[in-house]
């Protein structure tokens, strides 16, 4: 029994009614993860201590953000709910050039900044923050934690969000759990995981897929001070951490817990599909992953409700779903990537039926969660991503039309694990095949226009990458600098270009074009939610390989989406619930009748009278 003796009211009622809801399922996935180890019922006891300490702590302005979002669970499905995400230093130099930096991100149309990790790095290379040295401390060089309490506070006053990275799989080498382990402490040791000798790394090994077979192969680093190998799936600096010890659990969950109270509004968990191990699997995907974060869900749910968990899980849609939990708790989000990966594949084809296949696939996913649906981020484009719905000669194809310089793009091949295919790095407009100088209406900035605009369309929240708005080109800079030259990732991680930014008040110029669609794409969204459109996009079949189109007929009024991706015009008939009259949402033009016909790239919204 939990003494409520020194809780202060009114709150109580609240707390408990949410504790009562959400710790068995606390419980019950923690017994399932660690019912035999007998170091759970003490972790346990402490996390229910700190949990509902969090919850009674909680400060006011956050639980009106919590109550309201509790008010209205449809909250976190209304269109529009534009993501916009970028590093700190390269968009604005540090924290507070950020807030001086939200007018800006308000005349976009942004509701929501993730920036990307912030919080204290090792140092030197510590791949782009997310080798975590302090997981309660801001880099330095970015600002400090009241700065990021004053951002998130600034965004609240605009009705906007903040969601931070969450490094929650691996540590920097130079975290402090790592340093007690490898100086000797066993309680810490534990926190990772070391292989006795190179044999039995390299048994595991084969089971293992290399995320950076070339700059960083095999996933164990041997060190002296631990005396073996350690699990590093990605760099020799990343620490994986040990799941299995149900501490682990405990803290991850705690510096959730410390950060909502810093006032971010979701946490990104990076590389999710990670977080379990077990010996004869891939080490990808595991059930005990999907427990771990249904787990810290319902934790998290009973201290701040309101704050969204969003997957980073890179992988099929059959193995991102789960990261949506059952009915009753998971992830409110997960990356959209098999969508994002096929629209850039339907491009370089002129053709969508692959498009439409990862369409149906994505619509399967559960009601209670939403999509985040991108067309570029600071990762590499990941075609293998998409070899469950397309034969291994598609793949090859996409990778080499966008990385090898066979299409239309500027983008450049990046490393992949053995039988697979090349990622492809670059810049969106550097895919699509714009420069800064070109017109408006080229092929190129049609091209980004029309992906901006599907990602617009689709249910879930679009995001928009960094530069994206202004046709912002690849970064060739980083290959003069020894910290970066090794990662290509750092070709579409570019310094924001403000003097590019300010042109987009220039009438006729690409950027003012491009800028105004992306402002414009947000709007209409939020007019499809007071149009009542909702539910999930599902592609209609059409004869023509060229055209995608989805509709969503889930709410008041249905909705449908066509576009074109190809640089030939297409005639599309419309359904009979359209041909009978629709509004354009997207230009307002006049009532199609009974057909639309699309330029190269075009695309439409139309919602039935
Ligand atoms: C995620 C990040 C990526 C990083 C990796 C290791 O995939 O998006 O940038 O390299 O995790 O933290």
């Known amino acids: 029994m939990i003494s409520t003796a020194s809780i202060p009211t009114p709150y109580d009622d609240a707390v408990q009614a949410r504790f009562a809801a959400l710790w068995p399922i606390v419980e019950s996935r923690f017994a399932k993860l660690y019912g035999a180890d007998a170091r759970g019922p003490a972790v346990l006891e402490r996390l229910k201590t700190n949990l509902l300490k969090a919850a009674h702590a909680r400060p ?11 008010a209205d669970p449809a909250w976190l499905h209304a269109p529009g709910q ?20 939200l007018d800006y991100l308000t005349e976009l149309g942004v509701r929501w900044l993730h920036p990307l990790p912030l919080l204290e790095p090792r140092p030197g290379d510590s791949d782009g923050g997310f080798a975590v040295a302090d997981y309660r401390k801001v880099d330095p060089r970015l600002g400090t934690i009241d700065d990021l309490e004053a951002l998130a506070g600034d965004l609240r006053q605009r009705d906007m969000g903040l969601i931070l990275d969450v490094v929650c799989n691996h540590t920097a080498r130079e ?19 070391v292989l006795p000798d190179a044999q039995s790394a390299a048994a595991r090994d084969r089971e293992l897929i290399d995320v950076f077979p070339d700059t960083a192969p095999g996933s164990f680093t041997y060190d002296a001070a631990m005396g073996g190998y350690v699990w590093t799936t990605f760099y020799p600096f990343q620490w994986d951490l040990n799941y299995a010890n149900p501490a682990v659990f405990a803290e991850m969950l705690e510096v959730l817990i410390f950060l909502a109270a810093k ?5 990104r968990l990076d590389s999710a599909p990670f977080l379990w191990k077990q010996a004869g699997t891939t080490c990808r995907n595991l059930p005990q992953t999907y427990e771990i974060v249904e787990a810290w869900r319902a934790a998290l749910s009973i201290v701040a409700p309101g704050v969204v968990l969003l997957a980073e899980a890179i992988e099929s849609v059959e193995d991102v779903l789960p990261f949506f939990g059952g009915e009753e708790s998971g992830c409110n989000l997960a990356y959209n990537n098999v969508v994002m990966t096929a629209l850039w594949a339907a491009l370089a084809d002129g053709d969508a039926v692959i498009a439409r296949r990862c369409l149906a696939v994505a619509a399967r996913k559960p009601a ?20 469950a719905y397309a034969p291994a000669s598609d793949l090859r194809r996409w990778s080499n039309a ?18 697979g295919v090349p990622s492809t790095n670059g810049m969106a407009a550097a895919l699509a095949g714009l420069t800064a100088d070109a017109d408006g209406d080229c092929l190129g900035a049609r091209r980004l226009r029309l992906l901006y605009g599907i990602i617009h369309a689709l249910d879930g929240w679009p995001l928009i990458y960094m530069g994206d708005e202004i046709g912002l080109d690849n970064d060739e800079a980083y290959q003069d600098d020894p910290l970066r030259a090794g990662d290509g990732r750092w070709l579409h991680r570019p310094q924001m270009d403000w003097s590019l930014a300010e042109r987009r008040g220039e009438a006729g110029a690409l950027q003012a074009d491009l800028f105004a669609t992306f402002a414009r794409l947000g709007q209409r969204a939020r007019r499809l939610a007071t149009l009542g459109v909702a ?25 449908l989406c066509v576009a074109n991706v190809s640089d030939a015009p297409q005639d599309f008939e419309l ?24 330029p190269p790239y075009g695309i439409t919204w139309l919602v039935a009278r």
């Open 575 to 598: 359904p009979p619930a359209f041909a009978q009259g629709a509004e354009d949402v997207l230009d307002g033009a006049p009532s199609p009748a009974g057909a639309v016909s699309l």
């Open 82 to 101: 534009t993501a916009y995400t970028f590093y700190v230093d390269r968009f604005a130099g540090d924290l507070n050039g950020v807030r001086g930096k």
């Open 368 to 387: 209670q969660g939403a999509w985040l649906n991108y067309v570029r981020c600071h990762d590499d484009l990941i075609w293998n991503a998409l070899a």
């Open 60 to 70: 006011e302005p956050l639980r009106a953000l919590d109550a309201a979002r509790a």
């Open 535 to 559: 539910g999930p996009a599902r592609p209609v079949e059409v004869s023509s390989p060229a055209v995608l189109a989805f509709l969503r007929d889930e709410g008041a009024r249905p909705f």
């Open 263 to 267: 006032g971010a509004q979701g946490f």
């Open 175 to 193: 975290h402090a759990w790592a340093a007690k382990a490898r100086a000797g402490d066993p309680a810490y040791r534990d926190y990772y995981i």
């Open 402 to 419: 966008y990385g090898n310089g066979e299409g239309f793009s500027r983008g450049r091949a990046f490393q992949t694990a053995e039988g």
